[in-house]
Each structure stands twice: as C-alpha cells, then as structure tokens.
C-alpha cells in the first residue's frame, strides 16, 4: 500500500549509544518531516525536508541530524542518545501544495 | 509568535450527542488549517483542512469544521459522536506555504465517548 514507511517500530538504546529512524515514502512527495510526540506537548518539528537535497532545523534539533538520501528516503539520526530523547518519532510527507501530511506509523523509542 | 491552542486536553460526551473540540491559532496573514485523528499506537490520519472559501468544511467520519476568521479559531465539529470516534485529536496550521509546507500542531484533545 502507498504511504509512509519507518523502521523499526520500537527501539531501546543505553545513554550514548547511537541510532537511526529510517523513513521511505512512495507518493512522490517533495517534502518530508520529521516530528518528536510527547505527553501534553503535541507534536514538535525536529527537522525537514523541503525538497530532495535539502533539510533544515524545525523547533528542536539539538542531538539530532538528518540526511535526505532520495526523493524517497529520509533518516533521522541520534548520535549520543539521551533519555531526553525517550519519545515517540514520526515521519510526515507532503507535496508542495496544502494537502496535508500522510505519517508514518511511528517509532516508540526509550532511552535508559 | 505562530501557534496553536487546543484548550481541552480532555473531551468527555455520551454517545449520539454532539462533540466539538476547540481550536484557536495565532498566525499572521491567511494560513491553512487541518484537523489529524490520532488511534492509539498508530500515526496521524486526516480528517479535513480549510483552504479557502466556504467556511464550513466537510471531512472523513461525518467530521466538519467551522473556520471564524474574526476570532481565530477553527472548531471540530460532529453531530452524533460514536464510542468509535474516541481517540486523539490535533489541530494544526500551515503559515509556511512557501517554505516546504510545515505545520504547526497543538498539543492535542483526547475525545472520550460514552455508550
């Protein structure tokens, strides 16, 4: 089926080690996202995409990196995990018009 | 600075009556407006958005929103709520049209419904 792919879908990680949230979309879409989910705080942006070869910093991108592989693919990278970094990860596609996002099914991480 | 405001963190209705979960927002110029319904252990799924034009809009589950420009809000909206519509609500809203689309979520509404 079309949409949003992440991988894996629950990871737990020591503090310190590192990772990376892989996400693949098959829509064609231009743009790409990643958001952190947290109890009482909605979503926040931690980086974007807005076209192949390209990302910038959403509202919180410390202890994170990205790399826009593709069209398709968009890794989200935590080098030194902390436990500040326990959350729920998702990924988010768009096309350049305001159709909205189609998201991926998520990444529960925990972070001892 | 942009944001969204969902007031509720929590919406509790009987089955069959009508729900509303509130949302107001703080951007600048005409920005673009979207209601996302969060199932438990699953990602975002959307429900409607508001463009342009009729301020009334329809969406996915009998859902609609009423976008009131003057006070800024956009409010979900079903008549006849279903146990089957419990779950977490976001309201979101995109002032970046030129820059890769980004939204601006609020922090949620859990809706619970009662038989």
């Known amino acids: 089926n079309a949409g949003v792919t992440q991988t894996p879908k629950f990871q737990v990680l020591k503090t310190g080690q590192s990772m990376t949230l892989q996400c693949a979309q098959d829509m064609n879409h231009n743009s790409m996202y990643w958001y952190r989910q947290d109890p009482g705080m909605g979503l926040r942006l931690i980086y974007y995409?807005?076209?192949?070869?390209?990302?910038d910093k959403g509202e919180v991108p410390n202890g994170y990196n990205v790399s826009r592989l593709n069209k398709r693919e968009f890794s989200l990278r935590l080098e030194s995990a902390a436990p500040s970094q326990t959350s729920v990860y998702f990924c988010?596609?768009?096309?350049?018009?305001?159709?909205?996002?189609?998201f991926g099914s998520g990444t529960r991480l925990t972070v001892v | 600075a942009q944001s969204v405001a969902q007031p509720e963190d929590q919406v509790n209705v009987a089955e069959g009556n009508p729900l509303t979960v509130k949302c107001t927002y703080s951007?600048?110029?005409?920005?673009?407006l979207f209601w996302y319904v969060q199932y438990p252990n699953r990602g975002l799924q959307f429900l409607l958005k508001?463009?342009?034009?009729?301020?009334l809009v329809k969406g996915s589950y009998g859902f609609e929103a009423e976008f009131n420009k003057s006070q800024t809000s956009f409010h979900l909206k079903k008549p006849s709520a279903l146990v089957s519509d419990s779950a977490l609500y976001f309201c979101?809203?995109?002032?970046?049209?030129?820059?890769?689309?980004?939204?601006?979520f609020g922090q949620g509404t859990e809706l619970s419904v009662k038989p």
């Open positions: 951007v600048s110029g005409n920005p673009y």
């Open positions: 508001y463009i342009t034009g009729d301020n």
């Open positions: 979101a809203v995109s002032p970046y049209y030129n820059q890769g689309g980004k939204l601006i």
């Open positions: 995409s807005a076209s192949e070869g390209t990302t």
């Open positions: 988010a596609s768009s096309d350049l018009e305001p159709y909205g996002y189609t």
